[in-house]
């Protein structure tokens, strides 16, 4: 007789996928925890933002359970009105934003519900990973006999997907969630078949973009033109130089930066223990919550979190290359780029190798909206087995 829980049937439960980001979780509870009980803007209980936290991992569970149990069929069809969906409220978002957060934040990407406020691009990214997965299997199907011709097509089908969300984040002045939605859009079209005679032109043609957007950055001349232009803002500059210089302003724009690179740093080897703060890092609850992590636990602890991450991705690419359906398998591809960015960028960031873009840290940054999209993620992985053993 077969095993049921929570999630049904024990045998098409992935536990080495549920297990790291279980941990996670914890690692993230516990941490929000720290820079709640000694950030000097709380009046309240530190537990106060546990528990909410709590609150939204327990809403992340239920709605892996419920993914889990959604057909592919019944996925296929609703893809097409979820990305429309997500397309209208990313729309009203540059309306309707919320004034006080885009006042200090420079980004108009939150909708405020009285005490709750939501970040819908988010989950806009689930919404367009299942969009790319969905026109890249139907044109695979459709086009057996590749040509330059039919991957031409492709490519112009993926842009049809991806350049309206760019240009409404664009509009929401969110450089740093494009940067995600960019990764997605990569990771798919590096996996979509298409010929390597595209590929390497466009890399190249990429990475040729990318040093000369470094070489403008890097020059007044240059900062002018991408300033005239309306590529980059003054916030966007001062992250760079923040980047490049953490320590040439510690009382102004590269605090945030220098502080958290001083709090990782005196943490050594093994870290100070837990519950301690004795360098102030601002928004350490959501961005530079790894500062908490290398200051209280150190390295090891530090690396123990990466170790996490590294686990949880690879099981994600064994389900990927398991699993025989091929909507199922751009999924998982959209899914794993979007954590595996999230993670280098935000850790990144943290330790001074690349520069402050405000990405949260999956499932241990404080937040709904990131936590729920990330389990949304996971409930899709999951439901690649799931599904299979069903269909067997």
Known sequence: ????????????????????VFLLCLVGLASLYVASYHDPTNSGSPWNDVIQQLLWNIVGVIAV?????IKPRQLWAMTKYIYAAGLVVMAL???FYDQGIESATGSKNWFSLGPITLQPSELMKIAMILMLAMVVTRHNVNNQDRTLKTDGILIGKMLAVVVPVLILLTLQDDFGTTLVFLAIFGGVFLMSGISWRIILPVVAVFLVLSIGTVSLVLSDAGREFLSNTGFFSDYQFARIDSWLHPFHDVQGNSRQVATALMAIGSGGLFGKGFNTSEVDVSVRESDMIFSVIGENFGFIGSAFVVLLYFILIYHMIRVCFDTNNEFYSYIATGIIMMILFHVFENIGANIGLLPLTGIPLPFISQGGSALISNMIGVGLILSMRYQAEDET
């Open 1 to 20: 007789m077969r095993r049921r829980n929570l999630f049904g049937n024990d045998n098409k439960i992935d536990y080495a996928v549920i297990l790291p």
């Open 65 to 69: 359970v419920i993914i889990m149990h």
């Open 93 to 95: 978002l540059v309306v």
